[in-house]
Each structure stands twice: as structure tokens, then as C-alpha cells.
């Protein structure tokens, strides 16, 4: 957050299976396991619908307009990361395109997930390459001021420690610190356990009331039924 | 909108037949049939594109980041029946998954409009179940504090009594008393009715100035035309 | 932009050959290729995916709620215009629907861009008449008001002068003054041209940092490598 | 809501003894003793800070950029009344200003809720006449479409119904229906009576902690103290 | 608006007499004589409550986050201007503080409208130098990138020509073309002084509705009263 | 961010004396020290103007519409604290009221920087007790659900961490690493100390073009002028 100008070469990952496993479950179910923290403001969205990736963290922090940092921050990226891409004020300026991502992937990135704009959506569209932003727009950026790569970063008001785990969907983006990501996966991999039975059930006509015993409770709370 | 804690088991629905014939309209075209008033906010989106229902609102009060109502209203539903989500105070937590619309529709309901978050959105385009809300959001919600159901909410920024006949698309959610459902279905069909006429003629390069003899009036109103 | 109640009969159009060729980039490249001037603020967005055009704007400003302007502009339309439509105070009602594309194309636009509300989505998207608004909504709009045709005006915080290109895509619309138009579709040629040697080289691995010789200036600004 | 076009002049005005003391109170007691419902949504806010006002409601539907409204509401004005203006779109353009706030204050309004926009900030500051709004614009309204006045309507969110009261301050509008306006002024009373004691003990060091008897009920919840 | 880099220092300013006079009016007042237009976005707001001037414009572009120009726009600053400063993309930064509004007045500055965010507010509101803008935001920016000065810009989504006369107050910021200040401020003057009389009768009790004649107008387009 | 119901005690608070001293500079020029980073989003805005203060932070996470964990933090505040409470997702709610207040100050807290809404205004200005918070909101929260107190938080987009410094004023809110305090200061004091004799030269009409020496720059990056 506080350092300008430093690029982080070595950093610390995540145990690379258990954030493999993120995707199975998605965003939504990832972010109940880890007991609803860790979850991107909801203005990130995906510039196309239906991806679900999960990674590791290169992080990468610039002004506002200037996306010089992405270019220094395309070296650090390793097979299976995601780049997470924080500003130091808010911009919706297209700071990432389809050379960028041509680039990303060919170093091994899994997608971006950047707190600002996109531009060549139909092409990063076609080229199947997944980028969660705040907006879309065709306005470029310079290359004139240093940010820094592989800081701790704020990005849609959420922590990304470098390499940290992310899970990203339809439902959002989710972070997992890297320390806890076995915990996470393997809660999540319980919860979803859980859940075929509980569908059934409900499909069948079932009441979450009763299945999930809540009347007592509720009539406990004062709730009233009136005919 | 002011009972908290009370769930109210038998209401009046509109004219089944009446409010199943929205549908067919849109909600643009019943919009207008009923004198451009009824429609909720725009920022409410389909989680999916291409959904068109009309059905009779069962509502529902809760407070910001507790879902426990939702499990509440489950079992009033009936067959035909929409379920018409307000909030206290604004939020776009995840109050409905998966889980949940696969117990509404075993009950019976044909979509959901919520004025917060709707998480699982991959699931809920699989299963084809339409949901209008103001946000996509991971985040869980809490089972603690006590709303109501079948109260009179505003949703949106517009009043829905239980009862009334709802129609919802891809433009928008439109809400129409149980009382003139069927005044305002007979509006849309003449509308309708009278609008493939003015298409072919207008495809035909026939001037809307001219059809609708606007050339008068706007020369009243003071219309220059400048070579 | 001050003159209410007037229609220009008579304007100059960019070049229509340079026009033209303007959608085969999109308003990213144009955007660029322009010096990075001339985009439309990016909450204006395409009302379904996967259109590009460009085309010559003809002009119309409207006050909020009244879209009787509309039916006045139709007439001014030539083959290969995009109707730009301003609004004097913010307005997200749906302003435009499926019978007044019918007539636009009929006349010869390619599309609209309004600062204000759309509607009838589906029938336009099954038309595939392309829309950039601010927001859909099917709250219909009076016909009460004068307005003006063909006097510049801002669309979402851009000038655009009758005459100008437009050429819209998924990321957004750029407008480029009718006099610099030959100019602004040969830079981005240029740009295009210039960009499939980079893609394949970026896709090979090589870095943007070497290609474009950024190591050299990013040590001088400060750059820090720590391992 | 759904009416256009009506002026009903009766309407039943909640009493007036409770609804006066309700202004002692301010709205943030006043909604706390009603339950936490209530609340007007907080982008309401005063032009000018330090007023704070109870009365009873008179309501007005207008169209966006139009006040025609404003002056038939006028007459249906009386001693004690707040003027609640609600839109059937979003609007932020100056319905309201000095001129109409003399005429108001004559009929014996004390305020104006109005979810538009309000301008003359500088005269209506200096007379004192309180207004809450959600924007300020210089931008002018037409007089040429019907709205309704007294019927009930959705301001900022929330429903308030002719007669109802209403209490504004500093913190927001609060409404409060006309049947429970004695039994809502009884329990803010009862809230302020208890207040003056607990202020006294908090400012001497007492924490709530301990005041409100917190601390076994946190540590029954799993709320854990590391040294 | 499509030039960068360019400083033009000739502009022909609107007429010092008309332009003075318009503060006298107010923004309100100035727009409405003007027919409703040149109103800059509500969201444009005085950082402190109370001025109202009225000068000529400078004007200036820049991109987000960059300041440059306005070291370069301050020597182009004669008595009786107003510095308007457009910019290429959102931005909240705060571009304007205490050491460039010493060097404005000294140049003979009234004010500033800046499309972008101000800072260091307690010092110029203790200096009462006026500054409308759309945030306020201690985040400093940097002097890299080249604007224009005195070319037309687009501020708030109004159209600003150099030397254009503005007047703004707590109510807004109103422009007008230099070519039209005399007339409308002889306008504005009408407006005014046919309003002192009207203030008096509607102080007396008088209604709009009869004043304005406004009650067959509005039996004729159907408003019914209902008892 | 990641840990839920628990408080910690014990936290290294930042140098107390270089605490201090960032009051007297102000929020904009300790960012400007600390090298543009660790600005609040400027929707942070104070309740009453003209308060200035530093302090250190004391750390609060909370859920939405849940004020519990603000009692439990009150017990950690020392004198020279401010408290920095951050919520899982959005909410406008009033958190925070005149009682709190008086706790907290009893404690030793010198304000509050709330990512919510606060409330009780009025008293909380007579009581001079300063707070920066995203809205003003009369609705209450309820007492259901732990948070931490003492962990690293993001609040407004900024990682605040137990015992760092804040800096907040009428521009904003700053966060300083405790670690850095001392230096930030000091650089702080030295930009002061370089401002007065600036001020001075710029009141004299020297012009920052000449001051800064940026003539030769600006002609190196191609500003051209043009009589």
C-alpha cells in the first residue's frame, strides 16, 4: 500500500492443489466456507459471463490513467497466477486490452481482476481470456508513473496479499489468505458435499422451515401467522 | 411496510387469467397500457437475458444481510405466484442461491424480484429461473432478525401489495393493482393490436411526423426548420 | 447546445468512405489513434453485445421525459447516420423501443446513441438494431416539449457537432470531428497495422518491457527490483 | 400511486398533539421508537443544516421536470402541514424555490420533502423555510402534465400515505403512520426519559459493555480477548 | 476539446457589463431567463456555502490526475475571469488547493469551476476564494501530461467556450454564450423585477392557481377534485 | 479481515509525539509527504466542518446494520485514539450516535472514521466530537452478530492496521504506517516550511510557470501557444 517504485520478485504462493480446487466451488461458496469475509465489492464484474477461474496472486498497484505497472508486472507472472491490479485513486480508463492479455497468458496467467477499466472486450471475448473490472472503456492510459508489483494491495476494497488464493465467477471474486487455503477448500468441498441432499429435498417440496428446523426459532423471535 | 414480525396467510391474488395475459405484453407495453405509472426503479437487472413472466406477488420485508424471511415466505407461495423481495435499508448481500429458488419453484413460483443481491448466478441460469435484483453479490447472508410477509412493501421505489399482478423482463419489472389487472390486460391487448399496423408502415419509410399527424402541433409549439 | 426549438435541414457530413472504415477498428483504436479525446463516458453501454458501427452523427437534444423530438429527427436521417440524442437534464427513461427503430431504419441509421433510458430490449436485440443508452427502462416518456435537431450538443460529457463519426463497439463510442476523420481512420490503420507482429511476438513470451524498451526509462523514474 | 390526475381534498390528518411532539424527539428517536422502519432513504437531506420539523402530510405525484403540481398541492395546504413530493422517474432538476416556499409558508406549511431537486438555496436559507431534497439544481421545471395530490405515494423509498406524520432533522425524514402517532411519541418519550441517566454514566467512564450487560451474552456468541 | 497541447491566448471575452451584472441575478434566475439551458450537472457543488459571482471563462483540459495545466492557465487569467478546468476522464483527485488560489487572485481570478476534486478547503474558505467542484480529496497529482488552455471544453456535461460568461452560486453553475450575455441578462432583469410583486401577493395568501391563471388549464387537460 | 470474534488487546500504538504533529499540517499535506498513498475515498466526508485531529487508530470490523462490536471497542480506546471502523459490505446505516459518543470520548477517543453511516447529528455537533463517515443515516442497527476489534481493516479502500496514525480534516482522511510516522512528519513540516515564502511570490503575481521553472519542460513536451 505504502511503497512506490519496488517490484517484489520472490514471493510466496499459495499450496498450488488446494487453489486448484477453488473453481470447483466457486465464488459464492468459497466466501461461505471462509466464514463471509474476503469478497471484492460487488461492482466487479466479469467482462464475459461463465468463466470460473481460481489462482494465485501477482499483485500490482498504479495511479490512476498510467498502466506502465502492468507491463513490469507481466514478468512476475508464474503458470496459474491472476493478477490482481489496485489504484491509488478511483479510475474507469481502459488500462488493460487484448496485447496485454496475449502477454499475461503467454506468461501463465489465468485472467485480471483490476479495480479500474477494460477495453477490447470483444477480443479478450473471443480469446476466452477472463478480466473481472469496475467498467469498460475504450480511454488509454500513459506510461509515465511507477506504482509497485507484489505489495500488499486494496483492490475493490478487499486486502490481496501476494499470493493469496482468488476464486472468480459470475457471483464476484473472492480472496483466500495463502495460509488458509487448505482450511478454506476443504470446508468449501463439505458445504458442497452437504448440499445434493439438501436439493433433492427441497425439490421435492420440502420447506428450508422444517428442513432446516426453524419454526421454533422463529416462534421464539415472536413470530406471528395471521389468517 | 410498518408490522414487523407477522406473516399474513390469506391474501386476494389478481385475476389469474388477467395477470397470466401480462406476460404476453411485456413490461414496457403494460407499462404504458397503465398510464406510465408501476414501473420499479431501472437499476432492477434480470440476472439473465430473455425472461418474460407475469404472476401475483407474494412480499417480504427483511433486513439488510439476514435472509431468514425468505425461508418464511417459501411456504405461502402458491402456483403462479412471484415473490417480491424489500429491504429495511439498502444492501446488495446475496440474500438468494440456488438453494433457495429450487424450494420456490417446487412451491410453485415463477421468478423473484429482490431490491438487494442474488448470488449462484450460474446455477440460476442453468435451472432458468429468473430473478430481477439490484446487485450480484457472494456475500452470505445471516437467519436473525424477523421481517414479515404479505405486507404492503415498497420495492424499488414502488408499492406492492400482495396480490397484485406483476409483469418482468429485460426492460424492467412493472407492478399492476389486483384491481385494474384486468382493465390494464385489455389496455395492453388494444395497444398491441394496433401497433403492427404503424410497424409496417413506418418499415414501409412512412414518417411517425405523419402518422401521427405531429406536423401541426409542433409547428404550434414554435418548431423552426432551418435550411 | 442553446438554441431550443430548431431543425437543421442542411449539414456536412464527415467523409463517408473514411467514416466507414472507421468500424473495422473499433472505438478503442479510433479512441487511440485520435490522441485519446472524443469518448463518450463509459456508463454508456450497448444494450446487447457484438456491435461495432460507424456512421455520421445527426443530432438531437430533448427535455427529460419527452421524446416527442424523436419522431422530428427521423426525417433528417440519411444512409449511414447514427442518431446522437441529448438529453438537458439526467433521464433514465425509455425515451426509445422498437417502433422508432423500425422507422430510423427505414430511413437509413445504423443506430442510436442516447444519454437518457431505451426500451422494447428483446425486439431490438432480435432486431439487431444497436443501441448505446445509460439505462433500459420501460417508463415511456410525453410528447410536450420542443427540443432541437441537428445542433451540436453534449452526449454523455462529448461534443459531438452534426456530421461527426461515431463509430461504437462493446467498449464504448468515440466521436471524431468531421474534419479530422481521414486523418483519425489512416492513424488507426497504422496502429492495426503495427499491432499483429506485437500480438505474435507478445504470444511467444517476449516481454513488453523489451519490446517496447521500457527497462531503460523504468530504471531511470526509480524502478527497484527486490528479491 | 396509480392515480392520475386527482386531487382528493379530505383527508384524515394524524393528531396533531402527538404529531408536535414528535419534533422534540428528532427523527433518529422517533424512528428507533417506531421499530426502525420508517426511514426515508438517507440521500434526503436539508438544505441548510439545524431545522427540525413534525407535521402531518399533504402528498403530490409530479411527472420528472414538471411542478405544475406544486401549485394545486398549495391550496390543500393547512397550518401544520409538511408537503411530502414524490416523481414517477428520477429527477434532480429545481422543482421548488423561493416564490413557492412564500406562497407554502403562507397556507401554513412548515417544510417541504421532495424527491427532486430545490433551488434558491440562498433565499430559502435566509426565511428559514426548511427543505429536504435529494439534489439542488438551478435547472427550471415545465407546467404541462397531470400528476395527483393526496393519494398515497413512494418517497425516497418510503410510503407515506396524505395525514401521515412526519418528523426531519439533521439525521433524515422519518414517517410514521396516522394510527400510531400517539403510541410512536409515548415510546420515544419513554426512549428520551431513559437516556439522560445513561449519558451521565457513560461520560463518567462506565462502559456499555457493562451498562447494557453485554459481556455474557458476547462471550456466549464465542467473542474471544487475546492479550 | 480534440486539441492537446495547445494554449490559445487571444479569446474575445463576453461583455464586461452584461457579464457583471448577471452575479446580481443568481444562477436560478440566469438560467431560467436563458430558456433552461447551460446548466453545468447538479452534482457541481461550492465547496463553501454563500458566494455568488459572475465572470468571464478561461478555460482549461486536462487528463485525470495531472495538474500541469492550470500552472500553465494561470498566466492566461485576466481580471473578471473564471477558471473552468475540464478534464479527459473522471477523476476525484484533488487538483486545486491553497498555493494556485494565491496565484489565480493575484492573476485577477474570481473563482473556480473544476470538473474534478479540490482540497486544502479550510484555507480557501478562510481566503474566500469560491471553488465549485464535483469532490473534494487531499490526493495530490502530478504535472506529466499536456492539456489545453482556452479551447472549448466540455465541464459537467455543459459546453464551455473561451470567454463565455458563467455565474454560479449555491444553486449551480450556469453558463452563457458570450454572444448572448447582454440579452440574457436584460432578461434575468425582468424575470427579477417582475418577481417582488408576485412574492407579496403569494405572502398575502394568494394561490399560484389563481395568480398564474392556472385553473382551466388544468380542469381542461382533466385534473379532478374529489371530496 | 479475516478473523471474526475476536479482540485484541494489546497493539503497538504509532510515536505519540509525531502523532501529534500531523494535525498541525492537515490531511493533504501529510498525504502529499507520505508520497500520494493512503487516502480514504473521498466519499469520507465530516459531519461538521472545520475539525481537524490525529490520532491513532484503534480498529473495528462490523457486519452490516450491527453496531455490537462498537461497545466492545469502546473498552480498548486510550487517549490519542481514533476509532476506524470498517463493515464486511456496504451499508448506509446510522452505527453511531450521541451516547457512543460520549463514551468514547470519556475514554479518551478524539473522533471516529466510520465506513457506514452515522446519526444524532445535532448533538454530536454541539458536542463538537468530530466524524468522518460515508452518510447520515437515522436508522438503527441492531446488537446480533460479532465482529473483531484490533485486526487490520480496510476502511474506505485504505488497509488501516491497529496503532497506525490518521490524519483527518476537511479534505479527507490519511492513514500513516506507524512505522513511518515520524518521518511523514518531518517531511510534512518541511513542505510547510517551504510553502509561506511561495505563497508569497505567488500573491506578488509571480506565476508557478516561473516559480517551478516550467516553461522548459512544458516546450519540451510540445505546448504550443497560438495568439
Known amino acids: 500500500m505504502f511503497e512506490l517504485g519496488v517490484v517484489?520478485?520472490?514471493?510466496?504462493?499459495?499450496?498450488?492443489?488446494?487453489?486448484?480446487?477453488?473453481?470447483?466451488?466457486?465464488?459464492?461458496?468459497?466466501h461461505e466456507a471462509q466464514g463471509r469475509v474476503g469478497l471484492l465489492k460487488p461492482y466487479m464484474r466479469p467482462i464475459w459471463a461463465g468463466a470460473r477461474i481460481s489462482g494465485t496472486a501477482v499483485t500490482v498497484l498504479m495511479h490512476p490513467?498510467?498502466?506502465?505497472?502492468?507491463?513490469?508486472?507481466?514478468?512476475?507472472?508464474?503458470l496459474g497466477d491472476i493478477v490482481v491490479a489496485a489504484l491509488t485513486s478511483e479510475s474507469?480508463?481502459?488500462?488493460?486490452?487484448?496485447?496485454?492479455?496475449?502477454?499475461?497468458?503467454?506468461?501463465?496467467?489465468?485472467?485480471?481482476?483490476?479495480?479500474?477499466?477494460?477495453?477490447d472486450v470483444r477480443d479478450l471475448t473471443e480469446m476466452q481470456f477472463p478480466v473481472w473490472s469496475r467498467a469498460i472503456s475504450s480511454k488509454g492510459t500513459i506510461k509515465a508513473t511507477l506504482g509497485s508489483v507484489n505489495i500488499p494491495?486494496?483492490?475493490?476494497?478487499?486486502?490481496?496479499?501476494?499470493?493469496d488464493a482468488l476464486v472468480a465467477d459470475d457471483d464476484g471474486v473472492v480472496v483466500v489468505p495463502a495460509a488458509r487455503v487448505r482450511q478454506v477448500a476443504?470446508?468449501?468441498?463439505?458445504?458442497e458435499a452437504n448440499e445434493g441432499e439438501k436439493r433433492a429435498r427441497l425439490a421435492a417440496?420440502?420447506?428450508?422451515?422444517?428442513?432446516?428446523?426453524?419454526?421454533?426459532?422463529?416462534?421464539?423471535?415472536?413470530?406471528?401467522?395471521i389468517d
Chains 1, 2, 3, 4, 5, 6 share one sequence.
Open 8 to 30: 517484489y520478485r520472490n514471493i510466496t504462493r499459495a499450496d498450488r492443489a488446494a487453489t486448484d480446487e477453488l473453481a470447483r466451488f466457486g465464488a459464492s461458496t468459497v
Open 65 to 78: 490513467g498510467d498502466n506502465w505497472m502492468l507491463h513490469v508486472v507481466a514478468e512476475q507472472i508464474r
Open 92 to 119: 474507469t480508463d481502459g488500462f488493460f486490452g487484448d496485447l496485454l492479455a496475449t502477454s499475461f497468458r503467454a506468461r501463465g496467467a489465468l485472467g485480471l481482476v483490476i479495480d479500474g477499466g477494460c477495453r
Open 153 to 163: 494491495v486494496v483492490c475493490a476494497g478487499a486486502l490481496v496479499t501476494p499470493g
Open 186 to 191: 476443504d470446508a468449501a468441498a463439505a458445504r
Open 205 to 225: 417440496g420440502v420447506l428450508g422451515l422444517d428442513m432446516y428446523k426453524m419454526r421454533e426459532p422463529l416462534a421464539a423471535a415472536g413470530l406471528k401467522y
